[in-house]
């Protein structure tokens, strides 16, 4: 366990890499703030993880749900748990939704809505706790993203311009906060076995339901948590996690136009 436990915050627990992330942290002996919609998913992955991990009570676990497609809501959230935590060290940005339709398939109400969840809510969570770690002149945001916002996919164009927001966000949130302290890691997965397939949206806006081939075979989410939190602790200011997808990020940087006429044919669900 830790010498000095830190407080954790981790949107998207309740499932996937979220959870993962919250049973890495809570096996170190920090406390975890869990954060979803759903009040009952949450309670059982902090009965679940409590019963499982030695040295762990429920006691190390925070629940506090949110819903990240409700941003005006969440900044009287942060306040109450600042009352209640008084101090946190980590925001793990894990929530969000993907997509899987055609553009020219996707009406604008579908890309408006995985924006309001990917993008809004992720910096309205992040611009109402930001006055906390400025104070303390201490603090790190990490920000899962997806390899899908270094490089685009097609199937996927709302999810890739949601994430590629995201890293123009942060990267410019990095330059303006540097001399507070705060640490900015842009976090990028890419096929991991979760089930982000099964709720991504299709252009009539209800869930896919099918899982992507690639993404049930990928990396297990407690693998990829485990590789996030190493990376976290080196307050790494990228972190790529994955196998054999990982080259694309390079050919994205040194031979795009490859790139482009691979993903043009690429089997993506």
Not at 3 to 9: E, F, H
Not at 197 to 215: C, H, I, P, W, Y
Not at 238 to 246: A, D, M, N, T, V
């Given at each position: 366990?830790?010498?000095?436990?830190?407080?954790?915050?981790?949107?998207?627990?309740?499932?996937?890499?979220?959870?993962?992330?919250?049973?890495?942290?809570?096996?170190?002996?920090?406390?975890?703030?869990?954060?979803s919609?759903?009040?009952?998913?949450?309670?059982?992955?902090?009965?679940?993880?409590?019963?499982?991990?030695?040295?762990?009570?429920?006691?190390?676990?925070?629940?506090?749900?949110?819903?990240?497609?409700?941003?005006?809501?969440?900044?009287?959230?942060?306040k109450?748990?600042?009352?209640?935590?008084?101090?946190?060290?980590?925001?793990?940005?894990?929530?969000?939704i993907?997509?899987?339709?055609?553009?020219?398939?996707?009406?604008?109400?579908?890309?408006?809505?995985?924006?309001?969840?990917?993008?809004?809510?992720?910096?309205?969570?992040?611009?109402?706790?930001?006055?906390?770690?400025?104070?303390?002149?201490?603090?790190?945001?990490?920000?899962?993203?997806?390899?899908?916002?270094?490089?685009?996919?097609?199937?996927?164009?709302?999810?890739?311009g949601?994430?590629?927001?995201?890293?123009?966000?942060?990267?410019?949130?990095?330059?303006?906060?540097?001399?507070?302290?705060?640490?900015?890691?842009?976090?990028?997965?890419?096929?991991?076995?979760?089930?982000?397939?099964?709720?991504?949206?299709?252009?009539?806006?209800?869930?896919?339901?099918?899982?992507?081939?690639?993404?049930?075979?990928?990396?297990?989410p407690?693998?990829?948590?485990?590789?996030?939190?190493?990376?976290?602790?080196?307050?790494?200011?990228?972190?790529?996690?994955?196998?054999?997808?990982?080259?694309a990020?390079?050919?994205k940087?040194?031979?795009?136009?490859?790139?482009?006429?691979?993903?043009?044919?690429?089997?993506?669900?």
């Amino acid at each position: 366990m830790n010498q000095t436990p830190k407080t954790v915050w981790i949107t998207g627990a309740s499932s996937g890499i979220g959870r993962a992330c919250a049973e890495v942290y809570a096996a170190k002996g920090d406390r975890v703030i869990l954060s979803s919609r759903r009040v009952d998913a949450l309670e059982k992955v902090a009965d679940d993880l409590s019963h499982r991990l030695p040295l762990v009570s429920k006691s190390s676990f925070v629940i506090a749900p949110l819903d990240l497609a409700q941003p005006d809501s969440l900044h009287g959230i942060v306040k109450k748990v600042l009352s209640d935590v008084v101090t946190v060290d980590i925001v793990i940005h894990c929530g969000g939704i993907s997509q899987r339709s055609l553009a020219i398939d996707t009406p604008l109400e579908v890309d408006r809505h995985v924006m309001e969840i990917d993008y809004f809510g992720t910096i309205a969570l992040t611009k109402a706790l930001l006055p906390h770690f400025v104070k303390r002149q201490a603090g790190q945001f990490a920000v899962v993203t997806s390899l899908m916002g270094v490089f685009s996919s097609p199937m996927r164009s709302g999810y890739c311009g949601a994430k590629h927001a995201l890293h123009g966000f942060f990267e410019a949130l990095r330059a303006e906060h540097y001399k507070d302290g705060i640490g900015i890691t842009m976090v990028c997965p890419g096929f991991i076995a979760t089930d982000i397939s099964l709720n991504a949206l299709v252009g009539n806006g209800s869930k896919q339901g099918t899982m992507d081939k690639k993404t049930g075979a990928g990396m297990s989410p407690l693998d990829c948590a485990k590789r996030l939190v190493k990376g976290l602790e080196k307050r790494r200011s990228e972190i790529l996690i994955g196998r054999s997808e990982l080259i694309a990020v390079y050919l994205k940087r040194f031979f795009p136009g490859l790139l482009r006429r691979i993903m043009r044919k690429a089997a993506v669900t």
